[in-house]
């Protein structure tokens, strides 16, 4: 694959620019102002007199306490990682670490407090779950759960800002390949993952993100935009279901109210230009928007070349949030995103040396058209000191449009002519309501309940042609709707400050087939002290089946029929049992041990190795047809998660996962998953030092990442020379190991803090080894062989932040 660079003297124009844009900014001591909410974290309610303490050595005591609306602010704040400390009577003390602070932007934070079990006269309890780094939002998930924040999209080498590679670095978590960001989870289909955003199940938020998939080469999610949300891997509280494998929960952040600030950025997903700040002077409503175009389409403009030939991708995308708050403690929030995408990829503009690369087939020229837009409002309120609603609206809409044309080439290898290969269009529309409420009747004792309806449109039309035989296939074609009602309820009860359990029930129906399901949750955990804790989670989930698999049209002497338009809900059932061990105030260990038993998976009728279990690993529509309910899978395995949270500029996160992913066709034969790597261990770790006293910081970030070989099914190379197309022998389906995988990425940054703005450079130099990491295997019609594709070779990714 060919790999040519020039991005060091390019972007060397960028930051020039910016430096020059701020030459005259006077370099001083930097200060900021810490500021944010502090409310009760199960009825949201504001909590007045909590008192907020930068531990952090400084040359005087900065603190305050929260006003009567659960406010607090501090101001002259040195730059640097602050440690906030923050106590109120009968409510167990939180502490914060590793908040950044820059000169370019204020500190707002929003912090929930648990209440005291016992009614204490004085704080006693300083060795919680809360003071755990990763505790997620929703404080029902205590197993297999964490959070992540802004900063981990931004530090983690190789992350390039985005959720989905970062979550990559955690146990149980595999990337589905270099040139895309779906993720595995523990063996199970990338296409087994749930996306929320503001509690709205959400389509697919990537760019050229197929709608059989969950990912895709860049993501349409702005990484400046998001705050602190949750990723979880298994046995998932009620409140979540149509998955069965894992759960991004995402929040966006407010704007900030008090002040305007704006983000000039440029890296790998894009040039970037951000604003945020209030509607007026005084107002407590606040707006934030970020808009992001493709950083290769503009180079390519400028005529510089990047190894990706005439395979350019173009895209855009735009991120808002607008808060409006409102009497009663109430507030309204408007939000969305958006993003189109597109690329040709031109196999007549390549050269042909006999194997395939990740931009595309030589041996065809492909146009994919992608566009994805969200847009909810939402209100919350407390319609009592006990109890907290929040009621939510939304519509998500998806276009793919795609087609294929295959090559015909003269003894020379030039291109003579073209024929239609396929053809494809999907465009779905989706309009959501979600309404959540929690009371708390006392300490020991909540309910969180909820209710979710999607209502879904969609158009399927996808056609084959195969010129070589005279003949074409239809195999999507329809304009259908369907609903998808969900509910749950979960009780929590704590015994005491150190036990507590939650039990729950979700049931979801689907009117395109009429399906119901029940599903029980519960977990149990147990602090035994302030070092070690213990949980325990099951739950039952069931997962819809794809549309493009429901409408799987099959050929009849009378007409085309829908054999899969019946399939039930494929159904998994999750146990998991964690132990976490905090070391040191500053790192801990956590190891789980997890089993997954898995069944009606859609299978084939007649005997082949075939199952939907597989779907995701060509990122392709599933096009079989006839399927039934038959099919089985277990995925089973121990993951360790070792992690040093930052402290004195230094960090580290090292995560293990030994697991055997399995699973059943209609032949009965048990075989190896596409997904069944065996092992994952990823070591990533970084240091930060400060360069002298006017606000200079150099930092350096490591990965590396080695995966046990993926399994494929080996080329049927008779029958594929004889139907000129990649025919795979399916008695042998997933039987041929690969070479383990294996990457390091590191990454350089360089921050400077100038009086009122922060310059941010860093160069992430991804797979610095040059590994040739198999990806596929297939049949090239030209060369008549087979023919293997590798991932991503090394490949240096530039960087630039301003804000001010």
């Known amino acids: 694959m060919k790999k040519t660079f020039n991005l060091f003297s390019s972007i060397s124009i960028v930051i020039t620019m910016l430096l020059l844009v701020h030459y005259n900014d006077v370099v001083a001591q930097s200060t900021q ?24 050595s400084t040359d005087k005591l900065l603190g305050t306490i929260t006003d009567a609306e659960g406010n607090f602010r501090i101001d002259n704040v040195p730059v640097g990682r602050q440690i906030l400390k923050i106590t109120y009577v009968g409510f167990q003390e939180q502490t914060i670490p590793n908040t950044v602070v820059t000169a370019g932007k204020e500190v707002v934070l929003n912090v929930s407090l648990v209440e005291n079990v016992n009614n204490l006269n004085e704080v006693v309890v300083t060795g919680d779950g809360k003071e755990d780094k990763t505790a997620t939002n929703n404080d029902l998930a205590v197993v297999s759960a964490r959070s992540f924040n802004v900063d981990d999209t931004k530090r983690y080498a190789g992350a390039l800002g985005d959720p989905s590679r970062m979550a990559a670095n955690f146990a149980g978590v595999i990337g589905g390949d270099d040139s895309r960001n779906d993720i595995v989870v523990r063996g199970n289909s990338p296409t087994g993952m749930l996306w929320q955003l503001e509690g709205l199940n959400i389509p697919n938020p990537n760019h050229f993100g197929a709608l059989v998939s969950t990912g895709g080469p860049v993501s349409i999610l702005n990484n400046n935009n998001i705050d602190k949300s949750d990723f979880m891997t298994s046995a998932f509280p009620a409140q979540y279901g149509n998955a069965t494998a894992g759960v991004f929960d995402l929040k966006l952040r407010d704007g900030n109210n008090q002040q305007t600030e ?41 005529g510089m070349e990047f190894g990706t030939g005439s395979n350019i991708p173009y895209y855009q995308d735009l991120n808002f949030k607008i808060s409006l708050p409102s009497s009663g403690n109430g507030k309204w929030t408007l939000f969305g995103l958006g993003g189109k995408s597109e690329i040709d990829l ?19 020229d492909a146009y994919p058209r992608y566009q994805t837009g969200i847009v909810g409002l939402s209100y919350e309120t407390n319609l009592s000191d006990k109890t907290f609603a929040k009621f939510t609206a939304g519509i998500s809409s998806t276009e793919e449009n795609w087609h294929s044309d295959s090559l015909v080439r003269n003894q020379d290898n030039i291109v003579i002519g073209k024929h239609l290969e396929g053809e494809a269009k999907f465009t779905t529309t989706k309009y959501s309501v979600n309404f959540l409420t929690r009371t708390k009747f006392s300490a020991k004792n909540s309910i969180t309940s909820g209710v979710t309806v999607d209502a879904m449109q969609f158009g399927l039309y996808n056609r084959e042609a195969y010129a070589n035989l ?32 939650n039990t729950g029930v979700h049931t ?40 493009t698999t429901s409408f799987m049209q099959t050929k009849t002497l009378t007409g085309p029929i829908l054999t899969n338009k019946d399939l039930d809900f494929t159904r998994s059932q999750h146990y998991v049992l964690t132990y976490d061990w905090n070391v040191t105030p500053n790192s801990r260990l956590k190891a789980e041990a997890y089993y997954q038993n898995i069944d009606k998976a859609p299978v084939e009728a007649h ?36 992690e040093r949270f930052y402290n004195r500029g230094f960090y580290y996160l090292v995560t293990t996962s030994i697991f055997d ?16 790597t065996g092992y994952v261990l990823n070591v990533l770790a970084g240091k930060e030092w400060k360069i002298g006293s006017n606000g200079k910081f150099f930092s350096v970030s490591l990965k590396v990442t080695t995966i046990g070989g993926k399994y494929l099914t080996p080329v049927d190379v008779a029958r594929s020379q004889q139907y000129q197309r990649t025919i795979y022998k399916d008695g042998q389906a997933y039987s041929d190991k690969q070479d383990p995988y294996f990457r ?14 922060t310059l941010e450079i860093a160069m992430d130099l991804q797979n610095v080894t040059n590994n040739q990491n198999v990806f596929s295997q297939n049949y090239n019609v030209k060369t008549n062989s087979t023919v293997t594709q590798y991932q991503q070779g090394f490949f240096p990714v530039p960087f630039v932040r301003f804000t001010f």
């Open 33 to 56: 102002t810490i500021r944010g909410r502090i409310v009760d974290e199960v009825t949201q309610t504001p909590l007045v007199g909590v008192s907020i303490t930068i531990t952090t």
């Open 262 to 302: 704006f983000i000039g950025q440029v890296g790998f997903n894009g040039f970037e230009f951000g604003a945020e700040g209030p509607f007026k002077k005084n107002s407590d409503a606040s707006y934030i928007v970020n808009y992001r175009y493709s950083t290769l389409a503009i180079f390519n403009a400028l």
């Open 346 to 364: 031109l196999g007549s503009e390549a050269e042909i040396e006999g194997d395939d690369d990740l931009y595309g087939d030589a041996n065809a």
């Open 470 to 501: 005279g003949r074409d296939t239809v195999r999507l074609d329809v304009d259908e709707s369907a609903t998808l009602f969900q509910g749950f309820s979960t009780w929590r009860h704590r015994f005491n400050n150190n036990f507590s359990v």
């Open 508 to 547: 979801q129906y689907y009117t395109l087939n009429e399906q119901w399901a029940v599903e029980p949750r519960v977990s149990v955990q147990y602090i035994v002290n302030p070092k070690h804790s213990l949980s325990l989670g099951y739950g039952l989930h069931h997962q819809v089946q794809n549309i």
């Open 607 to 642: 005997r082949s190795s075939f199952s939907a279990l597989n779907t995701g690993a060509s990122f392709g529509p599933v096009d079989e047809d006839s399927l039934v309910n038959n099919g089985t899978g277990t995925n089973y395995g121990i993951e360790l998660t070792l």
């Open 661 to 676: 992913s399995k699973y059943k066709g209609s032949d009965g034969i048990e075989r190896n998953t596409a997904f069944n």
């Open 744 to 757: 390091t990425d590191l990454k350089l940054s360089y921050r400077k803090e100038y009086k009122r703005s």
